[in-house]
Nanobody
Framework: QVQLVESGGGLVQPGGSLKLSCTAS????????MGWSHQAPGHERELVAG???????DYVASVKGRFTISRDNAKNTVYLHMTNMKPEDTGVYSC?????????WGQGTQVFVPG
């Protein structure tokens, strides 16, 4: 069983930056494909950034060039550095882990960008 704990959410002004962290436990972190999802109010949850075990990253178009996902295997932690933030980035950000076709989610951290 993989446990994921996020931190770093909060209020940020438009154009500002915020960095989220997610620490994993319960398995070897370097075997996990990690990601971050975003659930805007009234919308479905969407994976917006992912990072594979080899460090390859992927982003949805709406965050590409603004968000950066990274991982520190020594700290069992994945990060999401968000820059040039917009009101539509408001929502709950949840950490995601994938291993052996099993999916795990953190409880999420709230981000608010006022419009």
């Amino acid at each position: 069983q993989v446990q994921l704990v996020e931190s770093g959410g909060g209020l940020v002004q438009p154009g500002g930056s915020l960095k989220l962290s997610c620490t994993a436990s319960g398995t070897s972190f370097n075997l996990l494909t990690m990601g971050w999802s975003h659930q805007a109010p009234g919308h479905e949850r969407e994976l917006v950034a992912g990072i594979k075990t080899d460090g390859e990253t992927d982003y949805v178009a709406s965050v590409k060039g603004r968000f950066t996902i990274s991982r520190d295997n020594a700290k069992n932690t994945v990060y999401l550095h968000m820059t040039n933030m917009k009101p539509e980035d408001t929502g709950v950000y949840s950490c995601h882990a994938l291993i052996d076709q099993s999916h795990y989610w953190g409880q999420g951290t709230q981000v608010f960008v006022p419009g």
